[in-house]
């Protein structure tokens, strides 16, 4: 039956089964299949193949785009800057791309004048969530489909279908594990992982070393940060892209990096989650001691609470949210001071700072030293002091019954004798 016409879809594509299922299955819908394959720092196949393969499957045009820059300047440093750690464990590296996916959507959507963009998740996970509700904030105009929600296939029915429709079944076997990946690291989800009293097999891993295996030798690396952003490693300026890799290198092969956790999900349950991120936790930790030596103590309080909402709302797909906007722009006033250099070394699963410098530090040895050259007027303490006590001494002079001895009171509850 020859389906009524419906105009462009845009397909975000992987190249995997689902995607490539979806694109004679929009197809049956009535939709002209446009694909996007975006490099967001996966370790993808050939991108061209993919493209080969998307035409193979029947689309009427083949986008690839290399989003690495993109989505670093846009998301992943945004994301540094407030130190973004979701339940202050996960460093949101998939969260991350979902917005970006979305804006990409949603652009190739306008200028081929699509009616809708299509997504590959499930019915089951927040991706979807982070997918919508972005492309619904940037267009609403655009109709959002999901596929693999909505067809309601069983693995055999999805393989009958790409056989009988000519996709290319995958010959390896499949993974045991949901995988996402990019250049702020990697997600493994489910299978034998399901289970959170599971040791994650060595298999589930790709970017880390175990630590037993991790090298005898100490790695130091010298970050260095420019409002914020790493630019230089040991001196040296490198590209974004470099960068971030060369952490993920140096960190993950010392074996730090791992996260295991039972992760709360927008979508009403905990799941066992296992995350490989060494750059990203690596800098985290750098950017977060840099901080320290170069922000105020109430700035660097207030920025943590709004780290805080950041990640949550990163999480949840609110990133194109006023509030998120309002955050990053706190957080972009604050890291103009974020200067200077970390020292930092790996060791057998350990990251270790121990040294940082700063040009806009606002340390000073001439208050903290106890040697000579100190220009802390000690004398002044006695004054602060005063008023500083003054509220709770006055209190405790009013309240004059409740001053128990706490000493003489724990030791009886220990059976001793506090004269002795
Ligand atoms: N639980 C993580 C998150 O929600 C990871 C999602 C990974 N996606 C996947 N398709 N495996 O951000």
Redesign the pocket.
Known sequence: MAQEKKGKVVLAYSGGLDTSVAIPWLHDQGYDVVTLTMHVGQQADNLEEIKNKAYQVGAVKAYVVDLREAFIDTFVWPSLKANAMYQGT?P?N??LSRPMIAQALIWCAEKEGAVAVAHGCTGK???QVRIEVACNALNPDIKVIAPVRDWGFSREEEMDYAASHKVPVPTTRKSPY???DNLWGR?I?CGILEDPWNKPPKDAYKLTAEVTDAPDEVEYVEVTFEAGIPTAIDGKKMPSIELIDFMNKIAGRAGYGRVDMI?D?LVGFK?R?VYECPGALALIQAHRKLETLTLAKDTLKAKKELEVKFAELA?EGYWFSPLMEAIQAFNEATQKNVNGTVRMYFYKGNCVIDGAKSETSVYSKALATYSTGDIFDQSASVGFIKIWGMPIKTWRQTHKEKNINPIDSLMVQKGKDATK
């Open positions: 996960y949101l998939s969260a996970g927040q991706d949901s995988l996402d997600s989800e992760e999900r799941s989650e999480y």
